[in-house]
């Protein structure tokens, strides 16, 4: 029987760490597709945020694990987790309640558009 306190080795074994031992962490909402938010999980973090069914990160600023919703009320109830192809980052859809973002944006990245040059693919077929 496999040892619930700790992150199945088998997912363990897929995952890249950086240097400090975590992977960044893409939220989305599951219905819409908006980008919520990133944050970062080590392997307890992701472990809780599998178990449990809220989405569970490892503050680097506080060094500590943070519940998304524990203090703002605003959680994240986990969809699905799906880790990318290189397995360096983490795609976690959510239903989220209320704002993602600590500022109380909906998502983190409603408030800083940065100006960019729109790409548009060449109407000209290669040769």
Request: glycine share 10%; proline share 6%.
């Amino acid at each position: 029987m496999p040892d619930p306190t700790i992150l199945d080795p088998q997912i363990a074994a897929l995952l890249k760490r950086d240097e400090h031992g975590l992977v960044a962490a893409v939220v989305q909402q599951h219905d819409t597709g908006d980008v919520l938010m990133v944050g970062w999980m080590d392997d307890e973090a992701l472990r809780r945020t599998l178990g449990e069914g809220r989405v569970t990160f490892w503050s680097r600023s506080r060094q500590e694990y943070w519940r998304k919703g524990d203090t703002s009320g605003h959680v994240q109830w986990v969809k699905g987790v799906r880790l990318d192809c290189d397995g360096d980052a983490l795609l976690v859809t959510v239903d989220q309640e209320g704002a993602a973002c600590h500022t109380g944006d909906r998502t983190c990245f409603d408030a800083r558009q940065l100006p960019a040059t729109v790409g548009e693919p060449d109407p000209t077929p290669a040769a």
